[in-house]
């Protein structure tokens, strides 16, 4: 993997996490946040979706690795409500 190929699934981390962010309802952090929350959310995402067998919608390839987009935003959203649910007063 490059460098360049780096720097892109970090941005489309980025997106993925924020969007999920924006589904949720609760926003912390920034930039960088949303990059882990992102990555976080395609672990769950996929994890969810390899226990329910259901198939992989759109997925982002960069060189040789591939990053589920759309099982990143839904997994992002459920992370994030469920921190949401957690933290707040």
């Known amino acids: 993997m490059s460098f360049v190929e780096f720097l892109i699934l970090l941005i ?8 999920g962010q ?10 960088f946040l949303s990059i ?14 390899n226990t329910l067998n259901l ?13 589920p987009v759309i099982w990143s935003i839904i997994g992002a959203a459920i992370f994030v409500a469920i921190i949401g649910f957690m933290t707040r007063r």
């Open 12 to 19: 489309i981390a980025g997106i993925c996490g924020s969007i």
């Open 22 to 31: 924006a589904i949720s309802g609760f926003s912390r952090g920034g930039c």
């Open 36 to 49: 882990v929350i992102g990555f976080i959310g395609a672990l769950i995402g996929m994890a969810l979706a």
């Open 55 to 67: 198939p992989e919608f759109f997925e982002f390839h960069a060189g040789d690795v591939a990053f």
